[in-house]
């Protein structure tokens, strides 16, 4: 277990439009789901503070968002540690997202939106020219991707929610890159339901929606085997 994360985030440059609090969330959010800081690893509000060079306030509450969305928990005298993958919240994240955007992806292949086309056809090029290897900047334009979809359809506060229940998935997915469907895979995905849309076939959107949503389901055994100390089934 690593004590003392040296957490890669080299320039934390608060902006003004945010709370620092907020703004360390995400950097700290980031680094959990992007495997960063490890599962079981402990954090530390002090080292943290002195990381960032910044009181230990916003840290605190940087600690409480990340605790609620489940990423951390604060065990009493013994500190504040990166909570293990639950198993059963991934499953039952990738079972709310299936029902929230196959039906945003029914409502948006009856708009025939040829500026939504285009911007999708764009993210999907730009998901195969990316450098091999590459999980951030892959995982980054898939999930510009979705939530473009969502906004086209007016559905904002549907992907906020979705947002909220996928940081577990998202864990998953960082750790399955490299060994699970190639990017031009899920680039091949992506194009064939940009083409339902485009046709304004709901149905078939909606299937090969639902069908791309459920790959983690035959990933996450695979990862639970090579990662087991990362996962608890609670």
Known sequence: MKNSPEVKIQNFLPQESQSIGSQLHRL???????????????????????RFDISRQPVREAFIKLAEERLVEVRPQ??????????????DARHLREIIEVSIVREVSAKHDAELINRLRQLITQQKETAPG????????????HRTIALHA???????????IK????RVRFLSFDFAQS????????????????AGNADLAAQLMEK???????????????????FTDN
Do not use: C
Request: aromatic share 8%; proline share 3%; charged share 30%.
């Open 28 to 50: 700290l959010r980031a680094a959990i789901i992007e495997g960063e800081l490890l599962p079981g690893q402990i954090i530390s509000e002090i080292e943290m503070s002195k």
């Open 78 to 91: 013994r500190g504040t540690f990166v909570r293990k993958i639950s198993v059963k919240e991934v499953l």
């Open 134 to 145: 590459d999980a951030h900047a892959f995982l980054e334009l898939d999930e510009e991707m």
């Open 154 to 164: 007016g559905r904002e506060y549907a992907w906020r929610v979705t947002e909220s």
């Open 167 to 170: 940081a577990q998935m998202n």
């Open 183 to 198: 990017k031009f895979e899920l680039a091949g995905e992506h194009a064939a339901i940009v083409d339902a849309i485009e």
């Open 212 to 230: 791309h949503l459920r790959g983690i389901l035959a990933t996450l055994p695979r990862v639970v085997s090579q990662y087991p100390d990362y």
